[in-house]
């Protein structure tokens, strides 16, 4: 009989298509649809030709509804960020602010003056939209902005004019600051990249300013101070002060860039952290450029922020990479609403990571109270600390309340986040010691129902 034939068991095209389950991807979708099928039965001969079982007709169809979702259901998509890292960059990094938001919609919901001059009727830069905010809130004589730090960095590099008679463009770094920040950008890879040489000084626990000074040649381009985002060496150290970076780098005629990672305006002190090297700061220690992320401590879209000395600025703007670079529209206008926050005094009230960094702690014990009790029983309240994250304030953190669901066996903790992590919208949670723990700090106010109802869900099995 033909029944031996393992693979007459797999049903044809057309009558998988015709299954009432497919029915609701639609019409209009049919050829795609087709195609999936097609793909699925292909995988199911392939594995019967390997010598398994052929898979049912309900395997098949769940197989096809797995395809169609990955094609036709966008893989990026919000979530509920639980784990109390205020800046995750795998979760996106800062949230917008709410005027952000409307402001980066309806410019991309239309036309703007992205680069059109309104006065002249002409053609514009796409710069000028930054750079007077930027100008008032730092105090630089010139400002723009690309796609990320990263790019902010290699164009400064890049674009980094040699001295007069110099057959090269040397960069001075201490060893301690020639650093991979993370997800693979290594201070000395960027330098190869830009065509400048790398001058490593000091060691990497100790650079004295009389390195960096007997380093310099006719060859030297600059000094470069790179942020220690992401670690801390911590003990016998010695790193001299951005001022005396300066005064060195102008003694000789050669530039200082500075690289400040994470670019805070306002003073993290204030909240029990360790200080953050703002770029007010660094202008006025006298750097020619600085270099800062938008949406680190800054709170606002993915944007590297350029600030400094207006010949060298405009340098950078004139150079082919900075084209390569370029923000898009919607980002611009986020990062222009986001800075004028700060320029009105309510980056706190406005802007979610300051939000989430001056919440007092009481409202955040309130929160996981109520959420506790939602859950029932085995959630509790526990004592726990929040992390700022995003290469900034390495180490530093925040005393928050957690709410804890402990667990006898470790697999069911690993069990538990997993099932939240596949909710809609997904839940990311911590697992600390055997806990599942969930930070009230990094859940926005509106996305409190929904995380109790996916745990709730979760622990449902
Ligand atoms: C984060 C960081 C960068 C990279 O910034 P992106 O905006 O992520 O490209 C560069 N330098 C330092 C010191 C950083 O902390």
């Not at 393992?6 to 044809?12: G, N, Q």
């Not at 952000?100 to 002249?120: H, M, P, R, T």
Request: net charge neutral; proline share 6%.
């Amino acid at each position: 009989m033909a029944t031996d034939n393992p693979f007459r068991a797999l049903p044809s095209v057309d009558r998988l298509l015709a299954h009432e389950r497919l029915r609701p991807l639609g019409d209009g979708e049919r050829p795609v649809v087709a195609e999936i099928v097609r793909q699925a039965l292909e995988t199911a001969r392939a594995a019967v030709a390997q010598g398994q079982p052929a898979p049912t007709e309900d395997q098949l169809v769940e197989s096809v509804l797995g395809l169609a979702e990955a094609v036709f259901r966008p893989s990026l998509r919000p979530l509920v960020n639980a784990t109390g890292v205020i800046i995750h960059t795998n979760l996106g990094r800062a949230p917008l602010s709410e005027d952000a938001i409307a402001a980066s919609a309806a410019v991309a919901a239309g036309y703007s003056n992205l680069e059109f001059d309104l006065d002249a009727g002409a053609r514009g830069s796409r710069f000028v939209h930054l750079e007077s905010v930027l100008r008032q809130l730092t105090s630089a004589e010139a400002a723009m902005a690309v796609n990320n730090n990263a790019a902010a960095v290699l164009l400064a590099l890049s674009s980094l004019p040699a001295r007069p008679g110099a057959r090269d463009r040397e960069v001075i770094i201490s060893r301690g600051q020639a650093v991979e920040i993370g997800g693979g950008f290594r201070i000395p890879d960027v330098l190869r990249q830009s065509d400048a040489r790398l001058m490593e000084v000091g060691t990497t626990n100790r650079t004295y300013l009389r390195d960096y000074e007997a380093a310099v040649t006719p060859d030297t381009a600059a000094i470069m101070r790179v942020h220690a985002s992401n670690f801390r060496i911590v003990g016998f150290t010695e790193t001299p002060q951005i001022h005396d970076l300066a005064r060195l780098a102008h003694e000789h005629s050669v530039l200082l860039l500075d690289d400040l990672g994470s670019g805070c305006l306002l003073d993290t002190t204030r909240f029990g952290l360790a200080p953050e090297p703002t770029v007010q700061e660094s202008l006025a220690a006298g750097a020619d450029l600085a270099m800062f992320s938008g949406d680190k401590l800054l709170g606002g879209p993915q944007a590297g922020v350029i600030v400094g000395r207006r010949e060298l600025v405009e340098r950078l703007r004139r150079h082919p990479l900075a084209r390569a670079m370029r923000m898009d529209k919607a980002s611009i206008a986020a990062l222009a609403v986001t800075l004028v926050h700060y320029l009105r005094g309510e980056a706190l009230e406005k802007l979610p990571v300051w939000q989430m960094i001056s919440a007092p702690v009481t409202g955040i014990q309130r929160r996981a109270r109520r959420w506790a009790r939602a859950i029932g029983e085995p959630a509790k309240v526990v004592d726990g600390r929040s992390m700022v994250g995003g290469g900034s304030l390495p180490e530093e953190s925040l005393p928050t309340k957690l709410v804890a669901i402990p667990s006898a066996e470790g697999a069911y903790v690993t069990d538990l986040a997993r099932r939240l992590r596949q909710s809609d919208p997904p839940v990311v949670a911590r697992i600390e010691r055997d806990a599942l723990l969930l930070d009230p700090r990094t859940v926005l106010p509106q996305q409190d129902s929904t995380l109790v109802q996916a745990v709730k869900t979760a622990l449902r099995g």
